[in-house]
């Protein structure tokens, strides 16, 4: 069995602010993929990122970061310099063998 | 990336009639489609996952009498609410993936509503 766990349910921060979501997984599979989504209020899911299990390089895009760390089966997210459009819930999933699963999401307030 | 394409993007119904959602790759072959269910301020939740050609796997608990779907081509794939009732509605999100790739590309989502 496959499980994302995402601990915040729920972070407001003020405009400019850094932001991390935490994000942890479980599964037997040696080889998955994990990823990270953006849903606005309009609903649909925006792809952010995808990295695959032996790729453990963290990464870098704009003002958003990963940080992959096998040994602690955790994949977190941080936006630098936290905007008002960046207000939306994210979700961590993880990809093994034919399904993908999501983490329970973290809402994300930014307030100006 | 890809493009998946899911239609209506919302839809209300009254109770005890069918809606149909419709999924569809633009440019790539989707070998398999996943249907995901989304109650408000709750994750998405994996109903069922189909592969062209074949009957679809419904995830533990989700009623396959109630959620009909069909897989028949590499570009669509069609959810059908039979008999819905106020307490199926919820947003619906399709996902497709192709054999060469293992990212899930998504529709822009069906709220429906059932009054």
């Known amino acids: 069995a496959q499980k994302v766990t995402q601990a915040q349910t729920e972070i407001s921060v003020v405009e400019k602010e850094d932001v991390t979501l935490d994000c942890v997984y479980e599964?037997?599979?040696?080889?998955?993929?994990l990823f990270w989504y953006k849903q606005p209020p309009s609903g649909e899911l925006v792809f952010l990122i995808r990295?695959?299990?032996?790729?453990?390089q963290n990464e870098i895009s704009g003002r958003y970061s990963w940080n992959f760390q096998k040994s602690t089966s955790s994949f977190n997210f941080t936006i630098t310099a936290s905007q008002v459009v960046d207000s939306a819930v994210y979700f961590c999933?993880?990809?093994?063998?034919?399904?993908?699963?999501f983490g329970g999401g973290t809402r994300v307030l930014v307030k100006p | 990336g890809a493009v998946v394409s899911q239609h209506p993007s919302w839809v209300i119904c009254k109770s005890g009639t069918s809606v149909k959602i419709e999924c569809r790759s633009l440019?790539?072959?989707?070998?398999?489609m996943f249907w995901y269910r989304q109650f408000p301020k709750q994750s998405l939740m994996l109903m069922a996952t189909s592969n062209e050609g074949s009957k679809a796997t419904y995830e533990q608990g989700v009623e396959k009498d109630k959620f009909l779907i069909n897989h028949a081509s590499l570009t669509l794939s069609t959810l059908t609410v039979t008999s819905a009732h106020p307490e199926d509605s919820s947003f619906y999100i399709c996902?497709?993936?192709?054999?060469?790739?293992?990212?899930?590309?998504f529709g822009q989502g069906t709220r429906l509503t059932v009054v």
């Open positions: 440019d790539f072959q989707a070998t398999t």
């Open positions: 990295r695959n299990s032996f790729d453990e």
């Open positions: 999933a993880l990809a093994a063998g034919n399904k993908l699963t």
């Open positions: 996902s497709a993936r192709d054999r060469r790739d293992t990212e899930a590309f």
């Open positions: 599964t037997r599979d040696t080889t998955y993929y």
